[in-house]
């Protein structure tokens, strides 16, 4: 047979047994090309080698059969119903295949041909297989090497309109016909870590010889896919510190101990350790690129503060954005009391701010009167314009990706960024997700912070739960209630926060002070009601996640989760994370009678664990990285062949290998990388905020 090199971009549509009308039925599995279509892996395997005898076979176990079609008909059952059927026997008996509904199938076959068949037996009258899977032997396939039979089958996901024998022939006469496939792995890198070459995995993925050969197919493709990511993302890393100027700090000599001299508290080893990587990133001459993780409250503002003090002190603004006007009201009042008395110019920009201030604010920013300006992620995209950025910092958003943070340098912005986040991220997303940054993490709580008692409950022991409240408010304390929806919908009988602040106020509470806030309100109403909350005049809030960030009150000690199920552990731990920030013992009690076993698992695990990376690796392998993260919020494309879980070690090795290579070719120009970079080009153009490599 001639050997061909795989048309990478070829239509699938120009195949043998394609045409139109089947790639459209194929492009919804995401199949267009020849490439697309030798790259649908399986989402699991059958083994079919072994064949079994009809005498052997008992009923509820699977088996392959080979035998002779004896007869075969169509008949019509008493209640009207179609059926093809055949009897098949080997020598030792007789076994009745049988499908319903498709009587079109007597044409396909004939008294006296072999066939295998692949099912479950079942003894009714007599031994039958519903619907098996089959395979009818020309003389010339006496070796049985079909796509079908005698091998370990891949089944694949499919839609509707496509059927595993459509799919799984297309692929093995496409693989059949396509001897060679063109090697994106540089030969050293698949020499060092013995992988196997591509036109080997990509067979053996499909249509494996055995297991083991299976299992090196695996490795491969998983280890490719990883490769290229992380080589992309070790692209933008390198082109943006080589590239870009940035802000070169200086640091004042005793600055650092002058800081830590203002703080009412003792900073922790995880905070000074920060705060001195953030000092060499802001005095080097390339722009700092860090990502902090923290635990809730572990003190990344502290830092964060000593970053902007850092850049006004060398005649720089500093900018915060975070992902709600809550947050930013909260951060507003903290920087606000710490600047302030050095002299330096805090500002507020949010929506809520009047159109006279807003345009104010906006001259003082760009005539450089304005030290700190805090606001949502608007700031950077309605023409806010800085006399002289020197740092920006992203608070709170953990779903700002690799695309969003180009925008910054497609704007022109050379500054410093720092990004901030209180949801820990297991380190197989942070490799992928955050794979272009440095990285900091804080796992040190500050002194004092006394561990939150969690406690899992059913809905028949809430008035108990309420109880506890009480006796709670009574001694002083305040109290939060969560509800995952602000109103009844038909769908869902989720409690309501309408309807639950309406209860407990009428029928619970009616001698306590209750609040109720949500995302609709205004924002001038929520940080009035947070107002009333951090100065004790509204003893519960009742709320919707409204408060999963940046809220700071000390003397809340309970907060109450409804239908806690409904989250994540993420977000349970960001919950979690406003009370117990105070002297007192705070409990954190979950409401829930879970329907499935995952979120029973996530309810078990919350219950147990207080450490928040902890949560997140549990969190991540009951629901996934696309779950957790929301994958395309982050301008990456999904990880389709790995599991960050499963392969760790792959993705591991594999950022290894391509961070060391990008070192070596920074653009990829090497003859041995061409095929490489390629990829990655077209793979990745537009979303990692470059659009040519070198």
Same mark, same amino acid.
């Given at each position: 047979?001639?050997?061909?090199?795989?048309?990478?971009?070829?239509?699938?549509?120009?195949?043998?047994?394609?045409?139109?009308?089947?790639?459209?039925?194929?492009?919804?599995?995401?199949?267009?090309?020849?490439?697309?279509?030798?790259?649908?892996?399986?989402?699991?395997?059958?083994?079919?080698?072994?064949?079994?005898?009809?005498?052997?076979?008992?009923?509820?176990?699977?088996?392959?059969?080979?035998?002779?079609?004896?007869?075969?008909?169509?008949?019509?059952?008493?209640?009207?119903?179609?059926?093809?059927?055949? $009897?098949?026997?080997?020598?030792?008996?007789?076994?009745?295949?049988?499908?319903?509904?498709?009587?079109?199938?007597?044409?396909?076959?004939?008294?006296?041909?072999?066939?295998?068949?692949?099912?479950?037996?079942?003894?009714?009258?007599?031994?039958?297989?519903?619907?098996?899977?089959?395979?009818?032997?020309?003389?010339?396939?006496?070796?049985?090497?079909?796509?079908?039979?005698?091998?370990?089958?891949?089944?694949?996901?499919?839609?509707?309109? $496509?059927?595993?024998?459509?799919?799984?022939?297309?692929?093995?006469?496409?693989?059949?016909?396509?001897?060679?496939?063109?090697?994106?792995?540089?030969?050293?890198?698949?020499?060092?870590?013995?992988?196997?070459?591509?036109?080997?995995?990509?067979?053996?993925?499909?249509?494996?010889?055995?297991?083991?050969?299976?299992?090196?197919?695996?490795?491969?493709?998983?280890?490719?896919?990883?490769?290229?990511?992380?080589?992309?993302?070790?692209?933008?890393?390198?082109?943006?510190?080589?590239?870009?100027?940035?802000?070169?700090?200086?640091?004042?000599?005793?600055?650092?101990?002058?800081?830590?001299?203002?703080?009412?508290?003792?900073?922790?080893?995880?905070?000074?350790?920060?705060?001195?990587?953030?000092?060499?990133?802001?005095?080097?001459?390339?722009?700092?690129?860090?990502?902090?993780?923290?635990?809730?409250?572990?003190?990344?503002?502290?830092?964060?503060?000593?970053?902007?003090?850092?850049?006004?002190?060398?005649?720089?603004?500093?900018?915060?954005?975070?992902?709600?006007?809550?947050?930013?009201?909260?951060?507003?009042?903290?920087?606000?009391?710490?600047?302030?008395?050095?002299?330096?110019?805090?500002?507020?920009?949010?929506?809520?701010?009047?159109?006279?201030?807003?345009?104010?604010?906006?001259?003082?920013?760009?005539?450089?009167?304005?030290?700190?300006?805090?606001?949502?992620?608007?700031? !950077?995209?309605?023409?806010?314009?800085?006399?002289?950025?020197?740092?920006?910092?992203?608070?709170?958003?953990?779903?700002?990706?690799?695309? *969003?943070?180009?925008?910054?340098?497609?704007?022109?912005?050379?500054?410093?960024?720092?990004?901030?986040?209180?949801?820990?991220?297991?380190?197989?997303?942070?490799?992928?997700?955050?794979?272009?940054?440095?990285?900091?993490?804080?796992?040190?709580?500050?002194?004092?912070?006394?561990?939150?008692?969690?406690?899992?409950?059913?809905?028949?022991?809430?008035?108990?739960?309420?109880?506890?409240?009480?006796?709670?408010?009574?001694?002083?304390?305040?109290?939060?209630?969560?509800?995952?929806?602000?109103?009844?919908?038909?769908?869902?009988?989720?409690?309501?926060?309408?309807?639950?602040?309406?209860?407990? *106020?009428?029928?619970?509470?009616?001698?306590?002070?209750?609040?109720?806030?949500?995302?609709?309100?205004?924002?001038?109403?929520?940080?009035?009601?947070?107002?009333?909350?951090?100065?004790?005049?509204?003893?519960?809030?009742?709320?919707?996640?409204?408060?999963?960030?940046?809220?700071?009150?000390?003397?809340?000690?309970?907060?109450?989760?409804?239908?806690?199920?409904?989250?994540?552990?993420?977000?349970?731990? *960001?919950?979690?994370?406003?009370?117990?920030?105070?002297?007192?013992?705070?409990?954190? !009690?979950?409401?829930?009678?879970?329907?499935?076993?995952?979120?029973?698992?996530?309810?078990?695990?919350?219950?147990?664990?207080?450490?928040?990376?902890?949560?997140?690796?549990?969190?991540?392998?009951?629901?996934?990285?696309?779950?957790?993260?929301?994958?395309?919020?982050?301008?990456?494309?999904?990880?389709?062949?790995?599991?960050?879980?499963?392969?760790?070690?792959?993705?591991?090795?594999?950022?290894?290998?391509?961070?060391?290579?990008?070192?070596?070719?920074?653009?990829?120009?090497?003859?041995?990388?061409?095929?490489?970079?390629?990829?990655?080009?077209?793979?990745?153009?537009?979303?990692?905020?470059?659009?040519?490599?070198?």
């Amino acid at each position: 047979m001639q050997v061909k090199t795989l048309p990478q971009d070829k239509k699938a549509q120009y195949l043998k047994g394609v045409g139109p009308r089947r790639a459209k039925q194929i492009s919804g599995l995401g199949i267009t090309t020849v490439s697309d279509l030798l790259y649908y892996l399986p989402r699991r395997y059958e083994d079919r080698r072994e064949i079994s005898s009809i005498r052997d076979a008992r009923s509820g176990a699977i088996y392959t059969i080979k035998g002779r079609i004896k007869r075969h008909g169509v008949w019509k059952s008493k209640k009207g119903m179609v059926i093809y059927e055949m $009897v098949v026997n080997d020598g030792t008996g007789d076994i009745h295949g049988v499908w319903y509904n498709q009587p079109y199938l007597k044409k396909y076959f004939k008294g006296g041909e072999d066939i295998i068949l692949y099912g479950k037996a079942e003894r009714f009258k007599y031994l039958q297989m519903t619907h098996p899977d089959y395979e009818i032997l020309k003389k010339e396939e006496d070796s049985l090497e079909t796509a079908h039979m005698n091998r370990i089958v891949p089944i694949y996901p499919l839609t509707r309109d $496509v059927t595993q024998r459509y799919l799984r022939a297309l692929i093995y006469r496409a693989l059949d016909n396509v001897k060679t496939l063109k090697e994106t792995l540089p030969t050293a890198v698949r020499a060092r870590n013995k992988l196997v070459d591509i036109r080997f995995a990509v067979k053996n993925i499909h249509f494996p010889g055995n297991f083991e050969s299976l299992k090196m197919a695996h490795r491969r493709i998983v280890f490719e896919e990883f490769f290229i990511l992380e080589s992309a993302l070790a692209l933008v890393k390198k082109k943006v510190k080589r590239e870009s100027a940035g802000v070169r700090h200086k640091v004042e000599k005793g600055l650092f101990e002058s800081f830590k001299r203002m703080l009412p508290f003792k900073l922790t080893k995880g905070q000074i350790d920060a705060m001195k990587k953030i000092e060499e990133d802001m005095m080097s001459p390339g722009p700092m690129n860090r990502l902090l993780q923290g635990e809730v409250a572990s003190g990344k503002t502290v830092v964060a503060m000593y970053a902007l003090l850092l850049t006004i002190k060398n005649g720089f603004q500093g900018a915060i954005m975070v992902p709600t006007e809550t947050l930013a009201q909260q951060h507003y009042l903290t920087m606000s009391e710490f600047f302030m008395p050095l002299g330096i110019n805090v500002r507020l920009l949010i929506r809520s701010t009047g159109n006279g201030a807003k345009e104010e604010i906006k001259k003082e920013l760009k005539e450089g009167d304005v030290d700190i300006i805090i606001g949502t992620h608007s700031l !950077i995209q309605e023409g806010i314009l800085f006399d002289r950025i020197g740092l920006i910092i992203i608070d709170e958003q953990h779903k700002f990706g690799v695309s *969003q943070r180009a925008l910054f340098r497609k704007k022109g912005i050379k500054s410093d960024v720092l990004i901030m986040t209180a949801t820990p991220i297991p380190r197989t997303l942070v490799l992928t997700v955050y794979g272009d940054l440095d990285v900091s993490v804080i796992r040190q709580m500050p002194e004092g912070r006394l561990p939150v008692s969690t406690y899992w409950v059913e809905e028949e022991r809430k008035e108990m739960v309420y109880k506890f409240i009480r006796e709670e408010v009574l001694s002083g304390r305040q109290a939060y209630i969560l509800c995952p929806r602000i109103e009844e919908t038909q769908k869902s009988s989720l409690s309501a926060a309408k309807a639950v602040y309406e209860h407990l *106020q009428k029928d619970v509470f009616p001698d306590l002070k209750l609040a109720l806030i949500h995302g609709r309100m205004k924002g001038s109403e929520k940080g009035r009601l947070m107002r009333h909350f951090r100065g004790n005049k509204i003893n519960i809030l009742v709320s919707t996640t409204l408060i999963e960030v940046g809220i700071d009150v000390p003397n809340a000690t309970v907060m109450v989760i409804e239908n806690a199920d409904r989250f994540g552990l993420a977000q349970l731990h *960001q919950l979690r994370g406003r009370i117990g920030r105070g002297e007192y013992k705070s409990y954190c !009690i979950l409401i829930s009678d879970p329907k499935g076993e995952n979120a029973r698992r996530r309810l078990e695990a919350f219950e147990q664990l207080q450490d928040g990376f902890e949560l997140a690796e549990e969190d991540l392998s009951i629901r996934g990285p696309g779950q957790l993260l929301g994958t395309r919020q982050h301008g990456l494309p999904e990880i389709k062949y790995g599991n960050m879980i499963a392969d760790k070690d792959i993705l591991e090795l594999a950022r290894r290998e391509a961070f060391e290579l990008v070192e070596k070719d920074s653009g990829l120009t090497d003859e041995r990388n061409r095929n490489l970079r390629e990829v990655i080009l077209n793979r990745y153009k537009g979303k990692l905020g470059f659009f040519k490599v070198g």
